[in-house]
DNA sequence: AGTTAGCACTCCAAACTAACGGGTGCTAAA
DNA sequence: TTTAGCACCCGTTAGTTTGGAGTGCTAACT
């Protein structure tokens, strides 16, 4: 690695730890450089000059720019990976019980935990998932809860209150309906093939606006985002807000925006994405890096991690690398047994 | 309304309303009294002396103790309410479709944006329902979803990986076990009798400890809080905690605590009940408002309104009483045309 | 030619100062 | 009992000073 990017490299990583200006000074202090404060400060300059680093103001230390952390995280980072999060995450996956959900959801608590930031699952939007089963189960003289079922496993479920307008025999006839017209439909198409069904409902039963109304709302429901958000509160650990409160403002309400989120995790076919907040966005301070969860039998998932620009790339980047390989790794294997088992059972049923 | 409580009540109205200290003049300025700032400074000071109002230092305005509050609440809040939050709610009452759950959820959204505070709903404690049925759908030749309800309707599901380990059949026949054995059963006593049946599992069946753990696990989420938070971001707003981001992270961890929220939050047979952030308290800025709502029908639960100690009570507990009073009016109406409509019948069949 | 010591210069942050003003409590008169 | 008047308190704000961390430039040194 050249002087520069060793300045580079140690640029970022003093900021990233301290989140203050760097000073040619400072770093030849911390790391203890065989080159005069005169050098760095020279090399400071050129990277400044290329767009690498940033001065808050004439005589202060650098910061790096958007393009400096992305050229950082490009060539700069170190891809070590610690113990910790290798046991955690092991534990979870030795919890064999677990669906492919579960271990998701549990490994980016990890995450979130272990990098004081926020992370979320997004799960494959929903349009493509398929109805595969509709029952009513009554729960008493008064109420009976419809249950829906995806073809990943997806439960929505919507209780009705049974009474003067609507009959157990309604529901029940409306569900048989629904279950002969509806299995294998996808989420997608649910809303117009009901509109297509409206009518069949209406001849049959009594209370059929309310009830269409109930099952037109339920599959909305269905097609809504799924999104999980872990660790919220570790934000307010961060530095950059203990100061700055509208800046927090602005990335939790990034947070409280599905599509903005869908919108920066990565839609390319790349593995790992990695937004780096640009400074003529909205969302200026905000950092993502997601990355894309593969397991056999699912759609594919993302799980990413959102906080400031001044985020731990290095750290972050490898953590979720990690996490994602585990995961997939873990599933394949179970696949790959599975698989096997058969194959097996057919040599067996064949002589 | 003598002329010592209608000074406390200005001096609380206005510190609610500006955050800031409220001193004589000011008072004088703002709400023309027919007595000179020397007399509201007499009275503010026996009013300190009694403990309802205290000073941030020896010569600043005053600011309303927690004794202060609960006087002014008790005794001195005005008890109107405006239209929009009536609209609102009526709004919500009159799509009929709607099941108690979301009726409560929907107000509960109203009541934070209408507020700007948070509002939480707590369900009642899930150890007094009842398994009502327990279902499997397979939903492709390597899965299966388990669905469990409750004699509320509340739902749990939990999804199997089929395979080398587990059989469809095996899932079965637990599930028909299960069935046999702990419909009618309470939450609480689901994990006992579990432990009593699982030699029958481990007979049975053949991955008899992973289907065992599974299920186990799921009846621990049923047991777990049922409990929806609304409109965190919203403290973001209050003045409070722009400067002193420390007081925003101790409300949060209130919020993430379960325990604490069921502990602040009415116990006792009151329709209502105020809790008044205590100086000795770890908790000690947080006023948290709640109130019982009974639904023919469901177990009891609870609304609740959270916020810094400065919030306006007046609002806050005429808005929740408001809006209680209307869910339960709501669904006794509907309880009792179900009543009228059965005894009709009833009749009908007589003759 | 690249490196570095030296130096003048910049500008923020923290510390100090002064003035202001909203607040108090007390006293004495109405 | 109320209130005008006054001395006093103290937090806030604005202005000033100072120190220090930082820069860039130049000239001397490898």
Redesign the interface.
Known sequence: MNRRDIILKLIVDHFIKTAQPVGSQTLLDEYRLDYSSATIRNEMNTLEVDGYLEKTHTSSGRVPSSKGYRYYVDNLREKGIDEEIKNRIQTVLNQ??Q?A?EVIKESCEILSHMTNLVSIVLGPTASEEKL??L?I????D??A?A?F?????Y?E?????I??KIKVDDVQSCVKLLNERLTGTSISELVPKMQAIKPLISDLIIGHD?LY??ML?TFLRFASDRLSLYG??KL?EQPE??KD?SK??KI??ML?SPEALRNFTGHDNAEITIRIGEDDNQYDDVSIVSAKVKVP?HKDGNIAIVGPRRMDYAKVISYIEYVVDEIEKHFEK?DD??NK?EEENKEWKKN
């Open positions: 064999k019980v669906s959900d595969v089963s029952q189960i009554p729960i008493s008064k109420s809860t249950v079922v995806t073809d990943t496993g439960v479920n919507k209780t009705f209150n009474g003067e309310i109304q109930a709302e919220r509160e307010l807000y203990s409160i927090l403002k939790l309400s409280d039998g179970i047994d599975e088992k």
